[in-house]
């Protein structure tokens, strides 16, 4: 194997409706050319015992294609171009 060949390491997928709607979520490219949205990546199969109660396996993904929902954090301001905060008018 030559130096610039990709080493391809599968990893457990796993997604969270109410951990996406307060932090967001991810998509991830599975073996077969697919892709899933994520909440959490593991090492290990099978959902954690841990955690949110509506977790579940999404099954084998090998790595990030696209950040999926995004949550604005609670007390940023919003900016325009130059960096300055909206103004109402």
Same mark, same amino acid.
């Given at each position: 194997?030559?130096?610039?060949?990709?080493? &391809?390491?599968? %990893?457990?997928?796993?997604?969270?409706?109410?951990?996406?709607?307060?932090?967001?979520?991810?998509?991830?490219?599975?073996?077969?050319?697919?892709?899933?949205?994520?909440?959490?990546?593991? *090492?290990?199969?099978?959902?954690?015992?841990?955690?949110?109660?509506?977790?579940?396996?999404?099954?084998? &993904?090998?790595?990030?294609?696209?950040?999926?929902?995004?949550?604005? %954090?609670?007390?940023?301001? %919003?900016? *325009?171009?130059?960096?300055?905060?909206?103004?109402?008018?």
């Amino acid at each position: 194997m030559s130096k610039y060949e990709a080493i &391809v390491q599968t %990893k457990c997928g796993i997604f969270c409706e109410q951990q996406a709607v307060m932090n967001g979520s991810s998509f991830y490219a599975t073996p077969d050319g697919g892709e899933v949205e994520v909440t959490e990546v593991s *090492d290990e199969s099978g959902v954690p015992s841990c955690g949110w109660p509506d977790k579940m396996d999404v099954g084998e &993904v090998t790595h990030f294609l696209r950040f999926g929902r995004r949550v604005r %954090k609670k007390g940023v301001k %919003k900016t *325009d171009e130059r960096g300055r905060g909206w103004k109402k008018k």
